[in-house]
């Protein structure tokens, strides 16, 4: 058989959508634009189309921000790396992603010097590295049920060096993720969600008022703090927040049932505070809430509901007396999920 001529490979045949007859005419910058308003799955089916569509796919004023979302299996999860090594590099400032891996993390830090907001989301944190991150990120949310163990050591080594925004989304916060987390220095948002607590036993992965008042200590630069579920939260806590966070802007706490009328005055410190959520459950009376939002002079938005004591009428006392406020009666950490 030796002898025998082999047959040529068959050609993949070059598919012409009807498209790319009709817009030949269309000068690049016109279909770079046409290509800006197509979502991420359409941009790479239209790059299979013709060469020329291939080549202008990978202009980077396409690749800017960037989400990458929905369900991938995880022998696809190659195919979402492919896809970042193709279009991702120089120019992506925000990148939204539901799976990724330890090599899609060191491509973005090697690759893409001005990542400055980064979304993680999915089961894939359990088996990342987070140490690979880029560390010139400046936003960055972590979204997940299962995370690696230890993993806020990876973000307090001094690799996150000029970060401002933190979002967690994760079940197991201890004292000890506080304290990490509490170097952070440069935080100016910090929001951790579904911080369950209500057996104080950091075994069961869990954070104590003693981690939060070493956390709100520490981050004196705060604009924005978001907790949800603070059950274990006194009055001590305010003091601290009312003490060392005078910068703070917006402060949002989740069901603070442990807060008295005594805790909710430490706040009459937080002349910058624009917004207030004390979120459900807060046994304050009306005449300390009307007392401390009197107090503070900055404050724009008051977001609280069931609460034990304060009802309609005073909420329309608070109304009157300060008309500049607008308040609120209903849950706001609805908006605020991941």
Same mark, same amino acid.
């Given at each position: 058989?030796?002898?025998?001529?082999?047959?040529?490979?068959?050609?993949?045949?070059?598919? /012409?959508?009807?498209?790319?007859?009709?817009?030949?005419?269309?000068?690049?910058?016109?279909?770079?634009?046409?290509?800006?308003?197509?979502?991420?799955?359409?941009?790479?089916?239209?790059?299979?189309?013709?060469?020329? !569509?291939?080549?202008?796919?990978?202009?980077?004023?396409? !690749?800017?921000?960037?989400?990458?979302?929905?369900?991938?299996?995880?022998?696809?999860?190659?195919?979402?790396?492919?896809?970042?090594? &193709?279009? $991702?590099?120089?120019?992506?400032?925000?990148?939204?992603?539901?799976?990724?891996?330890?090599?899609?993390?060191?491509?973005?830090?090697?690759?893409?010097?001005?990542?400055?907001?980064?979304?993680?989301?999915?089961?894939?944190?359990?088996?990342?590295?987070?140490?690979?991150?880029?560390?010139? $990120?400046?936003?960055?949310?972590?979204?997940?049920?299962?995370?690696?163990?230890?993993?806020?050591?990876?973000?307090?080594?001094?690799?996150?060096?000029?970060?401002?925004?933190?979002?967690?989304?994760?079940?197991?916060?201890?004292?000890? &993720?506080?304290?990490?987390?509490?170097?952070?220095?440069?935080?100016?948002? $910090?929001?951790?969600?579904?911080?369950?607590?209500?057996?104080?036993?950091?075994?069961?992965? /869990?954070?104590?008022?003693?981690?939060?008042?070493?956390?709100?200590?520490?981050?004196?630069?705060?604009?924005?703090?978001?907790?949800?579920?603070?059950?274990?939260?006194?009055?001590?806590?305010?003091?601290?927040?009312?003490?060392?966070?005078?910068?703070?802007?917006? $402060?949002?706490?989740?069901?603070?049932?442990?807060? &008295?009328?005594?805790?909710?005055?430490?706040?009459?410190?937080?002349?910058?505070?624009?917004?207030?959520?004390?979120?459900?459950?807060?046994?304050?009376?009306?005449?300390?809430?009307?007392?401390?939002?009197?107090?503070?002079?900055?404050?724009?938005?008051?977001?609280?509901?069931? &609460?034990?004591?304060?009802?309609?009428?005073?909420?329309?006392?608070?109304?009157?007396?300060?008309?500049?406020?607008?308040?609120?009666?209903?849950?706001? !950490?609805?908006?605020?999920?991941?």
């Amino acid at each position: 058989m030796s002898g025998q001529r082999r047959s040529p490979r068959l050609k993949a045949k070059v598919f /012409t959508h009807p498209w790319e007859s009709g817009t030949a005419i269309l000068p690049d910058e016109s279909l770079i634009s046409i290509f800006s308003f197509l979502p991420i799955k359409s941009r790479c089916r239209a790059a299979r189309v013709s060469k020329r !569509w291939n080549t202008l796919m990978k202009d980077k004023s396409l !690749w800017k921000n960037v989400s990458i979302t929905g369900n991938v299996k995880n022998r696809n999860l190659n195919k979402v790396l492919l896809f970042v090594q &193709t279009y $991702l590099s120089d120019n992506l400032e925000t990148l939204v992603l539901h799976h990724v891996s330890n090599k899609i993390l060191q491509h973005l830090t090697k690759n893409c010097p001005k990542l400055a907001a980064l979304s993680l989301k999915g089961k894939d944190l359990k088996t990342t590295d987070l140490a690979f991150l880029p560390p010139h $990120l400046m936003e960055l949310r972590l979204v997940s049920y299962q995370f690696a163990a230890n993993w806020y050591c990876s973000l307090t080594q001094g690799l996150l060096y000029q970060i401002e925004k933190l979002e967690v989304f994760c079940p197991h916060i201890t004292n000890n &993720t506080l304290g990490h987390l509490a170097t952070l220095r440069t935080l100016k948002s $910090l929001q951790l969600v579904s911080c369950r607590s209500s057996v104080v036993d950091e075994s069961e992965g /869990t954070y104590t008022e003693r981690g939060f008042s070493c956390l709100v200590e520490q981050l004196t630069e705060l604009r924005v703090l978001r907790f949800q579920q603070c059950s274990q939260l006194s009055d001590t806590a305010f003091y601290r927040i009312g003490s060392s966070l005078t910068k703070l802007e917006e $402060l949002t706490l989740h069901c603070c049932c442990n807060i &008295t009328d005594v805790g909710l005055k430490h706040l009459k410190n937080l002349q910058s505070l624009k917004i207030l959520d004390l979120g459900g459950g807060s046994p304050v009376s009306p005449e300390a809430l009307m007392g401390v939002v009197h107090e503070l002079k900055s404050l724009r938005e008051l977001w609280i509901f069931d &609460t034990d004591y304060i009802r309609q009428q005073h909420i329309d006392e608070i109304k009157i007396n300060e008309p500049r406020l607008i308040v609120h009666v209903k849950d706001r !950490w609805d908006s605020l999920q991941f």
